[in-house]
């Protein structure tokens, strides 16, 4: 209203100090919004007061609009009245229990209606230059009408009484007018009603436009909640649906994969070994990609967790160097790491998914590149940003292979870490790692490259079906990398090839090795080095970056190296007495570039106790020309290198230590087959091609195996006392479930241990074991992370996911 907006009420017009408190009663309905001209209700109670009360509580028994009697409105000192709803946090039949509105009761609306201005402003608009006296009368009671605006002077003139409806049905409102001067033409006074008239019908259709207003909201709120309802339901669904089909397939592809294992054991000529190899390829390829789409839901639910272990990253990247070699030897691809000095020997992190980044890396250079070379390097950050010399090595073509490259710190533009306002994790145990993956392949054209992240999405629509692939694997690798606090980022020439950058932190491991590294990845960390310690070798290799490399990989080793580039730069090297030089390691491109040179540098080291001479070849084809390096006596040793190759073809070569091969990736039968001799391993699995696999593959190594199909039978041969080192549990079986046996077993080793600490039984019926704990490992297809706690809180020791192998089940 004019008056009021004149007039606005501050809340520096009143003392809240000086307000009384509201009684003690059962409910208040405090005022949590006003408008800024009536703020001063803002800490009123209105429930406190006996009319406000009955006008709130009849609003709510009703479930319609209340008005108030009429009341002196503050600082204006004119008549008022308060329009009141309820509002309710469900919808409510019109026969609704008095009850049921409390209870869904969640608030009420009200508003200040200041009737003299209402009515003055309109009544001016329609009046013109006649004068009218409006009388509103409150006529709920009709023996004593209360005069809301107007004067009760009487007049003998004509008079039109209107009936008024503002809402309330248990209020009656009229409206008398007449002019004050003489009675008004017909026309006019008939005008006039009319005019009235629309007031009150538009007094009306703004009560019912507020409450279908009101109403429309509580709907749309209430189907909201509808639709977030099914959303979660959906959500839940899908990960219901796909730790399902993955338990589904896994479980099948488990006997596939273990009886082509156990098949490959056998006797089998040429061709029937490549088609097993083949078949068992594939049947991983089918389990990679389950894998990857069971991250990708992971990722969108949000439960993908990393792990906090301690693992050898130098170990891990020869890992992955022997996943690729063969496909890299194949195309004729030169495949190499490197990883800094400064980087420590162990790290504390997820190995597993480290791995899994690398490897989609990796795998995807592999897959676009047809010449040239993939290098992965790895460096502290503080190193790259504090030498530049780490970042200009690979300029123009002074690259491992000598194809021109993408400059590898574009890939790295815009990450935090690098910028000013970015800062590294200042902890003292903290470790920055920068790796990047460069390759020389096709590159991605610029107009795809916004989506090289975009799950399911790859570079052209003929990409998968001539490399393979979802397009998904740089999507996981990047939520991975956001997980371990880096950043990721590429560039890519066309025709050129591409770089991938990624940061990571970890943390500091401790300097002993022997509580994580296995002997399987590992094993050379002892003998090898001692084996080699204190020798020294020559490295003949033009290129700076390829001879970086070689020298990475044999200083693993404990030995010295020297690096020059061509054979002039050799022969002293070699005939100087006081460094003797025990092998010479030539890269291939100087053996070919000149064959005569070669045997000229053959000759001259061959009198007296010659160096052994090894030349590094990319590819089975070692020469291109008739002199082949056999001739010479040489050693060939393929790359890519890798540490534990590398020692065992100079242990082949020198006659020196073990000349097996036991570091090279695989478990040779002869060393490992009595590892468990001795050992009574009970499986429980309730599919029978599960019973002959992981049997199979534990008696590969010597131990004894007995199989049981039931859970409840498996409780009766692991009640003590029994001689069972350890079982394996199958998790999803009729009649009682893995998780419920292992319980039982537990409660019954604790029963037991219990009377044995107290006396009341002798250890001696118990084959003098005071502590019964045999180690429980779960044997299941599913692979999602409850599954995992799940196994744990039932007291299991550890963790095999369906399709196993014989190296996973012997390393739990």
């Known amino acids: 209203m004019d008056t009021l907006e004149q007039n606005p009420v501050h809340k520096d017009d009143y003392h809240p100090d ?42 709510r028994k009703s479930g319609k609009g209340v008005l108030t009697a009429p009341f002196r409105l503050l600082k204006t000192n004119r008549l008022g009245v308060i329009l009141t709803f309820a509002v309710y946090k469900r919808d409510l039949p019109s026969n609704a229990a008095h009850n049921e509105r409390i209870q869904a009761t969640d608030g009420y609306l009200g508003g200040v209606f200041d009737i003299e201005s209402l009515v003055e402003k309109l009544l001016h608009q329609l009046a013109s230059k006649q004068t009218i006296l409006v009388n509103v009368l409150d006529t709920t009671n009709q023996s004593y009408p209360i005069s809301m605006y107007g004067s009760n002077a009487s007049n003998d003139g004509l008079e039109h009484v ?76 899908k990960s219901q649906f796909l730790a399902t089909v993955s338990h589904e397939i896994r479980t099948p592809m488990n006997g596939v994969l273990g009886m082509l294992d156990m098949l490959m054991d056998t006797d089998l000529d040429v061709t029937q070994l490549d088609y097993v190899r083949t078949a068992q390829a594939s049947g991983k390829a089918l389990v990679a990609l389950i894998n990857e789409v069971l991250d990708q839901a992971k990722i969108e639910s949000g439960k993908l967790e990393l792990e906090e272990v301690q693992f050898d990253l130098r170990a891990i990247l020869d890992d992955v160097l022997s996943l690729f070699s063969g496909k890299s030897q194949d195309k004729g691809v030169e495949l190499a790491v490197y990883i800094s ?41 503080e190193e790259v940003i504090d030498s530049i010399e780490v970042e200009t090595e690979s300029s123009s073509k002074n690259t491992l292979s000598g194809f021109p490259v993408a400059d590898r710190r574009q890939s790295w533009k815009g990450f935090r870490t690098f910028s000013q306002e970015g800062s590294m994790h200042p902890f003292s145990d903290s470790i920055n790692l920068i790796v990047s993956v460069e390759d020389t392949g096709v590159g991605i054209p610029p107009e795809a490259q916004s989506r090289v992240f975009t799950p399911f999405m790859q570079v052209g629509p ?41 940061t990571a932190v970890f943390t500091s491991g401790c300097s002993s090795s022997n509580e994580y590294k296995s002997q399987q990845i590992n094993c050379q960390s002892n003998t090898v080095s001692s084996e080699f310690h204190g020798m020294r070798a020559l490295v ?20 010295h190296v020297e690096v020059v580039s061509d054979w002039k730069q050799g022969l002293p090297s ?91 990736g695989e478990l040779p039968s002869l060393s490992l087959r009595n590892l468990l001799l001795g050992r009574k391993i009970l499986i429980v699995d309730d599919n029978n091609v599960n019973l002959k696999v992981a049997a199979g593959a534990l008696k590969k190594y010597g131990a004894d195996v007995v199989s049981a199909t039931r859970g409840i039978k498996a409780i009766e041969l692991l009640t003590p006392p029994h001689h069972f080192d350890a079982c394996f549990m199958d998790i999803q079986m009729p009649e009682m479930d893995g998780f419920e046996a292992t319980r039982r077993i537990r409660d019954v080793e604790q029963n037991i241990n219990t009377h044995i600490k107290f006396g009341e039984i002798s250890v001696d019926d118990y084959n003098n074991v005071s502590n019964w704990h045999v180690p429980i490992l779960a044997m299941t297809a599913d692979v999602i992370q409850a599954t995992h706690e799940e196994c744990l809180r039932c007291g299991m020791d550890g963790y095999v996911s369906k399709p196993f192998e014989a190296e996973q089940l012997y390393r739990e």
């Open 162 to 237: 209107s009936h008024l409806n503002f809402g309330d049905p248990f209020r009656k409102h009229e409206m008398r007018c007449r002019f004050k001067q003489k009675p008004p033409w017909p026309w006019l006074a008939i005008t006039t009603s009319i005019g009235i008239l629309v007031i009150a019908l538009l007094v009306g259709h703004i009560f019912h436009a507020t409450v279908n207003r009101i109403a429309k909201v509580e709907d749309d709120c209430h189907k909201m909640m509808e639709l977030k309802k099914q959303a979660e339901a959906a959500d839940v669904a």
């Open 574 to 664: 070699i005939s100087r007495a006081n460094n003797a030089i025990h092998m010479v390691l030539i890269e291939q491109e100087v053996w070919d570039r000149d064959l005569k040179s070669s045997g000229l540098f053959m000759e001259k080291i061959g009198p007296g106790s010659p160096p052994k001479v090894f030349l590094l070849s990319n590819s089975i084809n070692f020469s291109r020309g008739n002199t082949t390096p056999g001739a010479y006596g040489l050693t060939v040793i393929s790359k890519p290198l890798r540490a534990s190759m590398l020692a065992a073809s100079l242990q082949r070569a020198m006659g020196i230590g073990n000349k097996g091969n036991p570091c090279n």
């Open 540 to 559: 003949m290799d033009p290129r700076p970056v390829r001879a970086k490399v070689s020298k990475y990989h044999i200083q693993r080793l404990g030995i």
């Open 462 to 502: 003929s990409i998968s079906r001539t490399h393979g692939g979802t397009g998904i694997g740089l999507s996981i690798s990047k939520c991975l990398v956001g997980l371990m606090k880096g950043e990721i980022g590429f560039v890519s020439i066309p025709k050129i090839g591409s770089t991938f950058t990624f």
């Open 18 to 59: 000086f307000l009384e408190p509201s009684p003690i009663q059962e409910e208040y309905a405090p005022v949590i919004f006003a408008q800024d001209s009536v703020s001063h209700v803002v800490s009123i109670d209105v429930l406190s007061g006996k009319e406000d009360r009955e006008n709130v509580l009849q609003a």
């Open 341 to 381: 000095d400064r980087v420590p020997d162990m790290l504390i992190g997820d190995p597993g998914r480290f791995r899994q980044i690398i490897t989609n890396l990796m795998g995807n250079s592999i897959k676009f590149t047809e010449k040239g070379h993939i290098l992965v390097t790895v460096h502290l950050v």
